[in-house]
């Protein structure tokens, strides 16, 4: 029986929550006996900004040492927390995401340059001409 320590979806509709949990290796992810919950996470932003994570660090050891095996996601999560070694991928998202950043204020710039030229120039078609008036 192989043992994986995997996220088991918990919560509502929009409104995403995961247990962290010790079940058996299998592709039935809801359908799965769960054998001990170790942890918790909750993938929504709170008010400060930040995902909230829960863990039993001794529960997590003790299945490690039965021969459980994280998935992906959670070994990428713990490698967050500073458990595990940080994961590649997380180095590819953080690369991608600070090309994303870096490329948005240099199209925002852009945008207001556009819109400012724009407002000149209507500014400019609807001031009458100072040289008709005065000629009158």
Same mark, same amino acid.
């Given at each position: 029986m192989a043992l994986a320590i995997r996220f088991a979806l918990f919560g509502c509709t929009n409104r995403p929550f995961f247990h962290i949990v010790v079940m058996e290796k299998r592709r039935a992810q809801r359908s799965g006996k769960i054998k001990e919950m170790i942890g918790s996470? $909750?993938?929504?932003?709170?008010?400060d900004n930040q995902k909230l994570v829960a863990?039993?660090?001794?529960?997590?050891?003790?299945?490690l040492g039965f021969g459980a095996v994280p998935t992906k996601h959670v070994a990428e999560l713990l490698g967050l927390?500073?458990?595990y070694p940080i994961h590649p991928m997380s180095y590819i998202k953080a690369?991608?995401?600070?090309k994303l950043m870096e490329k948005q204020?240099? $199209?925002m710039q852009a945008k207001e340059e556009?819109?400012?030229t724009a407002a000149i120039q209507v500014n400019e078609d609807t001031q009458p001409d100072s040289t008709?008036?005065?000629s009158q």
């Open positions: 996470y $909750d993938p929504m932003p709170n008010q863990v039993d660090f001794q529960k997590l050891q003790q299945w927390g500073g458990f690369k991608r995401k600070r204020p240099a $199209d556009t819109q400012e008709e008036d005065a």
